[in-house]
């Protein structure tokens, strides 16, 4: 397996803009978890799938957030509109078990 | 609530000596605990895990981490350094209770050589 997958690496975008990050889980895992990691507040949970339902999406700073997860293999995270606080990188990763997760490489969000 | 403590931002060590990196928790109901390390732009790795069993568990790269219970802690562990084993480390904790984990802030090991 290729590992979580994650899309753009790097997106620059301008204040007020749509910008919609895209995630594929490793196959077989049943949970997925969005996380955003900033040198102020480290690394926070947004939001986690089960079976691709929401569970939990506490961590969701603002109605601006939202994710979903139309099928097992795909998931995507939407700010709308974007500010520049949120400049971040944004995580996704999937796990079989509790606790194991796996991690994608990213996705750095500049938001001028 | 779940929380979970690493009380040092940075720890030094030099390569070939032990070193240790320390961590902390708080979770209602049996703790699952974990160790993570991030090297530059990259995502976090799955280190170990403790989930019942032997309290001394072993990991990737030599790591090991010790579960204490009386202490609430789950430190890191490993008994010679390597420059290359200098990254940023995360403690995560979880319980029988519930499905996500906790990370602690993360303590960021710079291996002198």
């Known amino acids: 397996d290729a590992g979580v997958i994650q899309s753009p690496r790097h997106e620059v975008t301008e204040m007020g803009q749509e910008v919609t990050l895209r995630c594929k889980p490793i196959?077989?895992?049943?949970?997925l978890f969005w996380y955003r990691q900033t040198m102020m507040r480290g690394l926070e949970l947004l939001i986690y799938?089960?079976?691709?339902?929401?569970?939990?999406d506490s961590g969701m700073p603002e109605d601006r957030f939202s994710a979903k997860m139309p099928n097992a293999s795909f998931s995507n995270l939407k700010i709308q509109p974007s500010e520049p606080r949120d400049s971040a990188v944004y995580f996704c990763?999937?796990?079989?078990?509790?606790?194991?997760?796996?991690f994608g490489p990213g996705t750095r969000l500049t938001v001028t | 609530a779940q929380s979970v403590a690493q009380p040092e931002d940075q720890v030094n060590v030099a390569e070939g000596n032990p070193l240790t990196v320390k961590c902390t928790y708080s979770v209602s109901g049996n703790p699952y605990l974990f160790w993570y390390v991030q090297y530059p732009n990259r995502g976090l790795q799955f280190l170990l895990k403790y989930i019942t069993g032997d309290n001394l568990v072993k990991g990737s790269y030599g790591f090991e981490a010790e579960f204490n219970k009386s202490q609430t802690s789950f430190h890191l562990k490993k008994p010679s350094a390597l420059v290359s084993d200098s990254a940023l480390y995360f403690c995560?904790?979880?319980?029988?209770?519930?499905?996500?984990?906790?990370f602690g802030k993360g303590t960021r090991l710079h291996i002198l050589p």
């Open positions: 799938f089960n079976n691709n339902v929401p569970i939990d």
């Open positions: 990763a999937s796990s079989f078990l509790v606790g194991e997760q796996y």
């Open positions: 196959s077989g895992h049943d949970y």
């Open positions: 995560a904790a979880g319980s029988n209770r519930d499905d996500k984990i906790i």
